[in-house]
């Protein structure tokens, strides 16, 4: 049989000879903790139902409610509890994705499930992954209360789809959320900060050069910015409750691009350095004090006012290059990255004033130009920084910024980075 998609993935009801087919599988290895242990008859709960490719052949079964859940977990009704088995030889070969998803979907339509929870044993990182791809984030490690053995909660609800494709893409859009009052007067804010640049955005005459930097006015309209509480939530949800370092205002630097056919001098593809050596902006691999880069719009932006530009996925790419420099880190170079990083989808961060993208500190983008619109535009990127710094130790409660990287330099079979000294040189940890 040819490996199944999702559309061809069915759910239906248990029959006999599922449940007696069940009843019978045998996990290997650490795997025997999901050994059924039950006969057909206890498969007969309506909580149960069959996981089948088109042509009716039993691939998997999936539980939801009681079935899902281990002894010495926090459970209450908020959640649906949701789990799965795969027939054992479809186990390692790429079913899970698309089994999970359909499950997904059946408990949001068919049961009106608003959030879910999911309780994988940490023996089984395979299934930690996967619940963690599909946008679950872990809520709570807990011992089983027979033998100890260790499990971790993960929950899914509105937002997991968003967290999903954040790990897939490298970026989440945020669209909407700032109050007008807010934006005008980040904008003005802007106004302000050009004058004492000399340059009046009002005034063509004034815009000589194609980009002016300016460090991002420290008002309270950029701090509304920063602390909105939609904003923040998102950050905690993809570092981890407790590792964003607050900051009371926006940080980082604003440049505003001018119309110009002038070439800007800072337009090729990069990642935003982490941390000062020798006056030179250096990342390594565990991402230091960067767990996130924020795209603010301060003005309106489309396709003709140079928007940045997004590599999509190439946050995938990154960790790989990285990984030989260890802790130490070095000064990226995007001509490190392979051919296929360019051949990328693209995507451009346009919308209107007060959008804003949530990046991977890892994602490869650039500045486009020339500026063929007819008004500046201006673009905040502060860093989000977190602590503890992340570990890049496999574990079952990593959130999605961390998972990421793991899952990239899995991907190419790289070890977690040890603190040796690169060959590049520079400060240590």
């Known amino acids: 049989m040819t490996e199944p998609m999702i559309e061809s993935i069915r759910i239906r009801n248990l029959d006999e000879a599922d449940r007696e087919a069940i009843a019978t599988w045998r996990y290997p290895g650490a795997l025997s ?20 490719s088109a042509d009716g052949a ?25 789990g799965m088995g795969l027939r054992p030889d479809w186990v390692g070969r790429g079913l899970g ?37 599909l946008g679950f984030v872990p809520a709570h490690r807990f011992a089983r209360a027979a033998d100890r053995r260790a499990f971790t909660q993960f929950e899914h609800d509105e937002d997991s789809e968003r967290v999903a494709a954040f790990i897939r893409d490298g970026y989440w859009p945020l669209r909407g959320v700032v109050a007008p009052e807010i934006v005008a007067a980040c ?29 991002t006015p420290r008002t309270d309209a ?33 440049p505003v691009r001018f119309p110009s056919p002038e070439d800007p001098g800072d337009a090729g593809w990069h990642i935003d350095g982490s941390y000062d050596v020798g ?8 991402s230091k004090e960067r767990g996130l880069l924020l795209l ?12 940045t530009e997004l590599l999509v996925g190439s946050h995938l790419d990154v960790p790989r290059v990285l990984e030989p420099h260890g802790r130490t880190g070095t000064l990226f170079d995007a001509a490190w990255l392979p051919a296929s990083t360019f051949e990328r989808a693209r995507v451009l961060a346009t919308g209107a004033a007060g959008d804003m993208f949530v990046c991977h500190p890892f994602l490869v983008h650039r500045a486009t130009w020339p500026h063929h619109g007819a008004r500046p535009r201006a673009l905040a990127q502060p860093e989000i920084a977190h602590d503890p710094p992340f570990s890049l130790e496999p574990r079952p409660d990593l959130h999605p910024v961390e998972h990421a990287i793991c899952k990239a330099l899995a991907s190419h079979g790289r070890p977690v980075p040890r603190p040796e000294v690169s060959s590049r040189g520079g400060a240590d940890d």
Do not use: K
């Not at 049961?111 to 791809?133: F, K, M």
């Not at 301060?298 to 003709?304: F, K, R």
């Open 279 to 286: 006056g030179q902006w250096w990342t390594n691999v565990f």
């Open 296 to 307: 603010v719009l301060l003005s309106d932006v489309n396709e003709a006012s140079a928007p």
């Open 33 to 52: 903790i999901y050994d059924p242990g039950c006969s057909a008859d206890q498969l007969r709960a309506p909580d149960h139902v069959a996981l089948s």
């Open 58 to 82: 039993l691939l998997g079964y999936g539980t939801f409610g009681a079935e899902g859940r281990v002894a010495g977990g926090r459970y209450d009704e908020t959640a649906l509890d949701v």
């Open 187 to 215: 904008r003005r804010d802007v106004t302000a900060a050009l004058a004492q640049a000399g340059v009046d955005d009002a005034d063509p005459t004034t815009w000589t050069r194609p980009v002016v930097r300016l460090d």
């Open 222 to 254: 950029m701090s509304q910015v920063r602390n909105h509480p939609r904003l923040l939530s998102i950050c905690d949800r993809l570092l981890g409750p407790g590792r964003r370092r607050p900051r009371h205002d926006l940080g980082g630097t604003t």
């Open 97 to 133: 994705p698309a089994a999970l998803s359909r499950l997904i979907s059946y408990a949001r339509l068919q049961r009106g499930a608003e959030r879910l929870r999911a309780t994988v044993a940490d023996a089984n990182p395979r299934a930690g992954a996967l619940v963690r791809d």
